[in-house]
C-alpha cells in the first residue's frame, strides 16, 4: 500500500520560499503522476501542479511563475518550491499519486498546514 | 478553463437518499472523479471513472455523468457520511486536473 508523507516548515515569512518534501513508501515514485493539492482554511481544493516520473511538470496557471516541483527517484521523493508567498498561500499543503489515464488521484498525503506570517 | 459548479451544501434525513451534482459544459463526455473529506483528514476518493467504487467504499455510493451534469448518489444516508465532496476531472485544455467547489453534505 502506497504511502504519502508531507514534511517541510509550517510557518514561512512573507516574501520568502516555502518548501515541502513528500516521501513516498510501499512503492516505486518512478512511475505515475506525483502532485501538489493545497486548501486554504475552509475553501475548497486546488491543484498546485504534477511532475511525471520522466521529469516533465504542468503547473497551475495561476501559480505557475511561482511554483517548482521536482522529483528525486533515488530516495523516493518529491518536492515542492513556492517562491514569494503572502498570506493567500497559507493552507493546508497535501503531496498525492495521481492515476495516468483517468487522472484521478488514489493515494493522498495526511496534509501539512503551512501558515505565511511574519 | 473548465470550470465545475456544485451546490454549496446539500442536506438529507438519515435513511434517506443524497444526491449531489456537479456541473460543466458537455460533462458527460469527460471522466468524472468524486472525493470526501471529513473535517482535518485528507480527501478519499470514493466513485472514480465516472461510476467506479474503489475497494472499501460502500456500495451506498454510486455515480453517473450525462450531458452537463454529473452526479453522486448516496443511498441509505449515515450520519457518517457527512462530509465535503468534491468532484474533478482533467481539463484537456490546460492538461490540468480541475475540482469542483465542493459540496457540504449535512446529515438532519
Known amino acids: 500500500q502506497v504511502q504519502l508523507q508531507e514534511s517541510g516548515p509550517g510557518l514561512v515569512k512573507p516574501s520568502e520560499t516555502l518548501s515541502l518534501t513528500c516521501t513516498v513508501s510501499?512503492?516505486?515514485?518512478?512511475?505515475?503522476?506525483w502532485s501538489w493539492i493545497r486548501q486554504p482554511p475552509g475553501k475548497e481544493l486546488e491543484w498546485i501542479g504534477y511532475?511525471?516520473?520522466?521529469?516533465?511538470?504542468n503547473y497551475n496557471p495561476s501559480l505557475k511563475n511561482r511554483v517548482t516541483i521536482l522529483l528525486d527517484a533515488p530516495k523516493n521523493q518529491f518536492s515542492l518550491k513556492l517562491s514569494s508567498v503572502t498570506a493567500a498561500d497559507t493552507a493546508v499543503y497535501y503531496c498525492?499519486?495521481?492515476?495516468?489515464?483517468?487522472?484521478?488521484?488514489?493515494?493522498w498525503g495526511q496534509g501539512t498546514l503551512v501558515t505565511v506570517s511574519s | 478553463s473548465y470550470v465545475l459548479t456544485q451546490p454549496p451544501s446539500v442536506s438529507v434525513a438519515p435513511g434517506k437518499t443524497a444526491r449531489i451534482t456537479c456541473g460543466g459544459n458537455?460533462?458527460?463526455?469527460?471522466?468524472v472523479h468524486w472525493y470526501q473529506q471529513k473535517p482535518g483528514q485528507a480527501p478519499v476518493m470514493v466513485i472514480y471513472?465516472?461510476?467506479d467504487r474503489p475497494s472499501g467504499i460502500p456500495e451506498r455510493f454510486s455515480g453517473s455523468n450525462s450531458g452537463n451534469t454529473a452526479t453522486l448518489t448516496i443511498s441509505r444516508v449515515e450520519a457518517g457520511d457527512e462530509a465535503d465532496y468534491y468532484c474533478?476531472?482533467?481539463?484537456?485544455?490546460?492538461?490540468?486536473?480541475?475540482f469542483g467547489g465542493g459540496t457540504k453534505l449535512t446529515v438532519l
Open positions: 510501499g512503492g516505486s515514485i518512478s512511475t505515475y503522476y
Open positions: 458537455n460533462i458527460g463526455i469527460k471522466t
Open positions: 474533478q476531472v482533467w481539463d484537456n485544455a490546460i492538461d490540468h486536473p480541475v
Open positions: 511532475i511525471y516520473y520522466s521529469g516533465s511538470t
Open positions: 498525492a499519486k495521481v492515476v495516468t489515464g483517468s487522472y484521478h488521484v488514489d493515494h
Open positions: 471513472y465516472d461510476s
